[in-house]
């Protein structure tokens, strides 16, 4: 078990381009989220898939923003267009949910170290 | 709707002194609940969590946290802070049902600092 693991560390771009970043989750993680974290807030919910299928996205997620999981392992988040208020922590977690013994789903939600993205 | 309220942005502490870290949620579902510490720079690592069972749950580094469902709160506490617990700590929240089940809510967090 080697952990969320994301790439690239740090990422800076001019306003207008394109950037992809990718996170491989914990292996046999079957959800793996995405989160953005502006400076002195918490993660903000972007969205989320369960093995290939996005099972639901944040209105945060605007049309300049895509996720894919193509095969249920890996996933990438790609900003389009990017502009300055992009520029954030992006943070991907994994996890695993299993019922408990009275059928209610737990789960815990592993972290990444994150992509850090400044637009200039 | 869940909504996480930290209700101190920065807690300065000596090392060695008791510290608590206040957490309190609100949700129209029953949730589980969860503490994350951020070093600079880092991405998250779960300190410790409630999903059932006993309401007072151990953590790592010798943290520990009570759920109260009747005032709402999940705070954070440890008796003896060392300077390597400063660091940004994060409450969350996840319900257990409904048709946002995936997503965790968190607090805006609360900056550690400990002071030799």
């Known amino acids: 078990d080697t952990g969320v693991s994301q790439d690239p560390r740090h990422k800076i771009t001019k306003r207008g381009q394109n950037v992809t970043f990718r996170c491989d989750p914990i292996s046999e993680h079957n959800r793996l989220y995405w989160y953005r974290q502006t400076l002195g807030q918490g993660p903000e919910f972007l969205t989320y898939?369960?093995?290939?299928?996005?099972?639901?996205k944040s209105r945060l997620l605007s049309d300049r923003f895509s996720a894919e999981r193509p095969k249920g392992s890996f996933s990438t988040l790609e900003i389009q267009r990017t502009e300055q208020g992009d520029s954030a922590m992006y943070l991907c977690a994994s996890s695993s949910p299993a019922p408990d013994r009275t059928g209610r789903l737990q789960e815990t939600q592993y972290f990444g170290p994150g992509t850090r993205l400044l637009v200039l | 709707a869940q909504s996480v309220t930290q209700l101190d942005s920065q807690v300065p502490v000596f090392e060695e002194a008791p510290v608590e870290l206040r957490c309190n949620y609100s949700?129209?579902?029953?949730?589980?609940l969860f503490w994350y510490v951020q070093y600079p720079n880092q991405g998250l690592q779960l300190l410790l969590k409630?999903?059932?069972?006993?309401?007072l749950v151990k953590g790592i580094n010798g943290f520990e946290a009570e759920f109260n469902k009747s005032q709402t709160s999940f705070h954070l506490r440890k008796p003896s802070v060392h300077i390597s617990d400063t660091a940004e700590y994060f409450c969350?929240?996840?319900?257990?049902?409904?048709?946002?089940?995936?997503?965790?809510?968190f607090g805006r967090g609360t900056q550690l600092t400990v002071w030799p």
């Open positions: 898939f369960q093995n290939e299928a996005q099972l639901e």
């Open positions: 409630y999903l059932s069972g006993s309401t």
């Open positions: 949700s129209s579902v029953s949730v589980y």
């Open positions: 969350a929240v996840k319900p257990d049902r409904g048709s946002t089940l995936g997503r965790l809510y």
